[in-house]
């Protein structure tokens, strides 16, 4: 039992500053703040999506140059006719999305900004540290044949974050 213990403090110990180095490495990245964007397209059908407020007035923009939009198409037999996923589509976007993420985050520091569904597309928006590494680990992705759902993407300089302004309001 002693043992035990032993590990599980251990364990726990380790837990504790594993954390706290990944705290400090990412000083620069803001407590989360979602909030829910309702908004229409031009042509009048809906868009929905979450975006992280607490970037609104982030004093570090000017770190962060790179904008990576990821469109990754949704699957037409699970869309409604307003451009809308059903549940089941979202739930799985949502979970490619995450795994796309977390790929990118090993690789570059990422300041998720947020995603916006719209027009059987989910439009996921990212700033970046290092463009080429991200390039790189998402062209041999795009090109799977197995890839979850089809998608593509764009990294570009944004320095003033203009491309996210509209949904940090």
Known sequence: MKTKIN???TL?????LSCKGQAQKKADIPAEKFSIIETRLSDGRPAIG???IAYKNYSHKPKYLWCLKINMALEL???SKNGLPIKAESDIANRYEDSLI??????ATVH???HLYNDSFL??????DDPEKVNRFLQAEVNKKTVTRQFAYE???DPTWSTVVPFLK
């Open 50 to 52: 979450s975006f992280n």
């Open 123 to 128: 439009d996921i928006f990212i700033y970046l």
């Open 7 to 9: 590990i599980f403090f």
């Open 102 to 107: 977390n790929v990118i985050k090993k690789i």
């Open 112 to 114: 998720y900004i947020g």
């Open 155 to 157: 990294i570009k300089q």
């Open 77 to 79: 037999k699970n869309v």
């Open 12 to 16: 726990l110990l380790l837990t504790t």
